[in-house]
């Protein structure tokens, strides 16, 4: 029988900032990370906090 290995797992791949489109305005912004894809300016609409 093969024993399981209990070690916590590494760090993934270095989350590298890129530019992106927002999805909502689309224009370009600095996203920090691979799920960022609405810009800080759409975040902060109302439209955005409501849903």
């Known amino acids: 029988m093969k024993q ?3 070690t916590k797992p ?3 791949e270095p ?4 530019v992106r489109r927002c999805l909502m305005c689309r224009d370009r912004f600095e996203s920090s990370w ?3 894809r609405v ?3 759409c975040k902060s609409t109302a439209a955005w ?3």
């Open 4 to 6: 399981a290995t209990l």
């Open 10 to 12: 590494g760090p993934e």
């Open 15 to 18: 989350q590298d900032s890129k």
């Open 34 to 36: 691979p799920g960022e």
């Open 39 to 41: 810009c800080k300016r």
């Open 49 to 51: 906090r409501e849903g």
